[in-house]
Structures are given as C-alpha cells and as structure tokens.
C-alpha cells in the first residue's frame, strides 16, 4: 500500500482546477455513470477488507468486530442502498396540481451542486469520509476528500485505491495537516462537508463565508443519556456501556454522560458492574478488545479531567500511557460544574449524575449546547414522547445509544452555533449535495390572457 504522504501545497488549486474541468463535461449527470461509481466504491471496500482491517489497528488499535461493525457493513449498506435508490433520487419531481400552474408543466429537477470538499476526522477515518462521499458521488458531485492526517494508514488506504475503482478525474484525496487544509480552504467550493470539533468548525464556517460556499458541519457536543426509573436497567446498563466503549467512546454520537432519576440510581449503578464483568470478564479481555485514544495529547486530556474530577470512580480508570489506553470507566456522583461536565468528554469515561426528576434532566439539556445526541431509555411511552417533544439534539433515540449514525434512513444534523446545511447519510445526504431547480415552460396560447401584464398600463 502507498506509503501516507502529504500533497504538496502548490498542487492543490491545480487538483482543484482539474475536477472542474472534469466535473463541467457533464459526465455526472447520467445516472448510470454515478450507479457504476457506488458499485465500485463497494467492491473496493469488499475486495480489500484485509487492508481496511490493518490501517484501522495500525492507527486505532481496533478490534476486527469494530471495524466490521462500524466500518466495514455500515459502508457497504451505504453504497448499495444509494445503488438501489439512486434513480428515484434523482427524478424530476412535480408539485400538487394547481390551476394557476399546470399549463405552464412546473417541474423541480435535482442537479448536482458541483466540485466539493469532504474534510474527515480521525475517529472513524473512513465512515466519516466516505458515507458523504457516497451521497455527494450519487448527487453527481466531483469530490475531493480530506481525510485526517492523525490516521495515516487509512488516509494511505484511500489514496491508494480510490483512483483505482473510482474516475480518477473526478473523485480524488488531498492528505496533509493544517497548511494543506487551509490551502484547500481559501480556494472557492460548491460545498464542504465537515466533520469534526467545534474549534475547526469554527475555522471551516469563517472560510466557507468568504467564498458564500454552503457548508456542513457534523461537530458533536455532550450528548446525554436520561434514564427513567421505568426501564429495563439490565439492557440500559450494556446498551449505553457499548455505546461507550465502541472506539473508546471517540464518537461524536455516543453517550457524554449519564442523567438518571433518583429513585433508579442504585439499580442503575449496579447494572453497570453487571455489564461491565459480562462485557470483560478479565481485564486482559477488555485492554485486548477496546480501541486505543488517538494520541497522547488525547490521552493527557481525558486523565486530566479524570483526575480532577470530584465524582467517585466505580468501574475502570486503568490506564496505559505507553499506547495511550484508558479503560471503560464510570464515575459516579458527578456535580454539573464537575470538570467531566466542562466539555465533550470524546473518550472512554462516563459521568452519571442524578437528578430528581425526568423534567429537570430536559431543563437542563435546554440549558446547555444542542447536543448532536440525546438518548432515553424507559419503558413508559409518555416519558420516551416527553423528551422527544421538549429536546433538541441532531437526533434523538429511545432504548439505544450511538445506532442512529449508521442509518441509511435516519437524517443525523448537527445543531451548531453557525447555521448549517445538511446531513450525511443515505437519502439526506444526497439531498445535502443536491441543488434543488425549479422549472416552467410557459406555453405561447396562454400569450392572450397575459396581455393586461403589458405596458401601457390603464387603471381598469
């Protein structure tokens, strides 16, 4: 495989001008060329799966379930799903018949919006970046992809065969670190899609402005988990415990940190331990199995609110510097100024913090950030409606944590501080990548009934 190398600088406004070109000979717009392209993306991820499954450990340490699960099947049920419903997509669609329209055949085409830029993290080095690049390719879109320069050897994965099973004109990478990106960002764009934190948000949103390029941001945020006194607290504790621990709780969707009422708190705590010695029943199972944090400067980060914390640990809080490895850990009693409640914690560690009510858990996510998540598990179908109707989160889920990332059918936006447009999966997101025209033909024998519309004007 090709060893990761940054792209130099001065290539990239003629990487750019390139597509441009490509992307102006019309080749995108037959239906059929972006059929071939999803089917091929799937291929490359079926045909080198091996080589997926190595780059995810050379830069992650992920267990081969991980990357099957999160990875691997979420891709290839993205392209074939896109495949499949491509055509439908991507019809001309018509309005309600109105009289005061129909001769003139109103019609809303969808076009591709143009040349655009997918910038990736490093947490899922390739979910992140090519489920957009599966709806901006069935948009008809030209990509260039950005993927993280913290993961190299997926980075190196997607330089490497991307130009051999995609048009090479139209879909290629850009690697590098901050010089590279802010090249790529002074140029002028038809989209960017970014996925990340809210500091490089911030940096995308002020560039995009510059050009008027719409921009998505998929940024994250401290998504809670409300627990209800009614619920099953043995599939609660596993269900948001994996959540957790799935990447090293380096997911932008999973659960921050834990609201439950009162009254269900012990039952709570005590499913946790269950869990966790079902989940690791030694602690060779779980340093074996579980994905290590990103860097040391991560690692630093996360034991460093850790250790400040005023909550009491109940489980985990093991740690490896030398590969930067922290265990699933859950810390009980957490105040809401405590230092694990200061930002999106990114990482294996969960605050539970009680309240009294399942009233003052909604108070208090409306007081904060719109998380990009919100999960509560209960069984009573009022308390799962209530926080559905009185929250705001990119998504919301009932009984389950982190899934609605991997839904080809499930719209997953950021809510952010700046305004975004967008979302980046199945139909959404080739809906993100689509420029929506409206069309009439206006036919000639309606010429003398539009006659008063003329000048000289008179007043009857």
Known sequence: MTTYQATPVAEIPTIRARLYEAFATGKTKDVAFRKTQLLQLAYMFQDNKQQLHDALVADLGHHPNETEYIEYSAIANHALKAYENVDAWAKPESPAFSLNTFPMSPRTYKQPKGVVLIIGPYNYPMFCVVIPLI???????????????????AAAFLTDLLPKYLDPTLYTVVNGAVPETTELLNLSWDHIFFTGGARVGRIVASAAAKHLTPVTLELGGKSPAIVDNNCDFDATARRILWGKMLNAGQSCTAPDYVMVVREGHDKLVAAFK???????????????????LINAAAFQRLTGLLDRTSGTVIL??????????????????????????????????????????????VARISKGDRPLGCFVFSKNKKTIDYVFKNTTSGSVVANDSVI???????????????????SSSGKYAFDTFTQLRGSLQFPLWLEGIMAHRYPPYTVS
Request: charged residues 25%; contains cysteine.
């Open 135 to 153: 709806g901006a390719i069935a948009a008809g879109c030209a990509v260039v992809v950005k993927p993280s320069e913290m993961t190299p050897h």
């Open 274 to 292: 269950k869990a966790h010695a079902q989940f690791f029943p030694s602690a060779e199972t779980e340093t074996e199995q579980t994905t290590r």
């Open 316 to 361: 985990g809080g093991e740690r490896d510097s030398s590969r930067n490895w922290l265990a699933t850990t859950i810390v009980d009693n957490c105040p809401f100024d405590d230092s694990l409640m200061t930002e999106e914690l990114f990482g294996p560690v969960l605050p539970i913090v009680t309240v009294e009510t399942i009233e003052d858990a």
């Open 404 to 422: 609605q990332a991997g839904g080809e059918r499930t719209s997953l936006s950021s809510l952010s501080r700046v305004d975004t447009d967008g």
